[in-house]
């Protein structure tokens, strides 16, 4: 690890989900799978699996599902793909109070979690993959892995299950008026931060270092690089 790395734990289930897209082939066609972690417990949430990119819509659809039965995270993270920012997902985390983070364009190692799903999925489906002889299997298929990868022991888990830990007594339960003190903290600092810049709207940047002040702040996260804590002052920012 180089003095430029850095490692985040995240120390709640629940306090953040990371969403992102992927593509195989299964039954000799393509498939889309759009996939979802939650960080913290590395529990799989069932992916949105489609021939297709999905649309925005259809991501909202599914966020919107995902929220009703498991409850919002307090953070969203993803990358810069139009369907992942479009208006409706907007929406969608507006209306249910989750604070989204974008990654840095071309930085794929700042949502490093999520990559390792899709390998996962990847790796689970490949060797199944004889089994999918439809869309109906194909679906089966998708939904079987998230199971299994979710109740398989982990070392980085101490030896317990993804589900085990994500559905656990630390599980995060915000209610709406902290999590709208935490956006609102969140803007301002951002705002001050950007305008020391000379710009007039927040950047993502910027915006990215605020979020993770409040979570340092809040005892949400626990950085590390090259093995010391570091400060919640410190401006360096990494996520993983």
């Excluded at 180089?2 to 897209?21: F, K, M, R």
């Excluded at 194909?138 to 398989?152: K, M, S």
Aim: hydrophobic share 35%; glycine share 4%; net charge positive.
């Amino acid at each position: 690890m180089s003095s430029t790395q850095c490692h985040v734990t995240w120390l709640h289930p629940n306090l953040v989900w990371a969403i992102d897209g992927c593509e195989l082939k299964l039954a000799g066609d393509k498939v889309h799978l759009q996939n979802l972690s939650d960080l913290c417990s590395r529990y799989k949430l069932p992916p949105l699996a489609t021939e297709y990119v999905p649309c925005g819509k259809e991501v909202a659809g599914h966020l919107t599902r995902l929220f009703t039965r498991l409850g919002p995270p307090l953070f969203c993270k993803r990358d810069n793909g139009s369907n992942l920012n479009h208006t409706a997902v907007y929406q969608v985390l507006a209306d249910a109070l989750v604070i989204p983070i974008n990654s840095p364009a071309h930085m794929a190692s700042y949502n490093g979690a999520i990559e390792r799903t899709q390998g996962e999925f990847k790796t689970y489906l490949s060797r199944w993959r004889w089994k999918a002889r439809s869309k109906d299997q194909i679906r089966l298929l998708v939904e079987t892995a998230a199971h299994d990868l979710n109740h398989r022991r982990r070392r980085s888990l101490s030896g317990k299950t993804a589900c085990r830990i994500y559905f656990g007594k630390n599980r995060l339960r915000y209610p709406k008026r902290k999590r709208k003190a935490a956006y609102q903290w969140i803007k301002d600092l951002a705002q001050r931060l950007s305008s020391t810049i000379g710009d007039d709207q927040i950047t993502p940047a910027s915006w990215r270092i605020a979020a993770r002040q409040w979570l340092m702040k809040n005892r949400m996260i626990r950085i590390v690089r090259a093995g010391k804590v570091l400060p919640y002052s410190s401006l360096n920012l990494c996520h993983n």
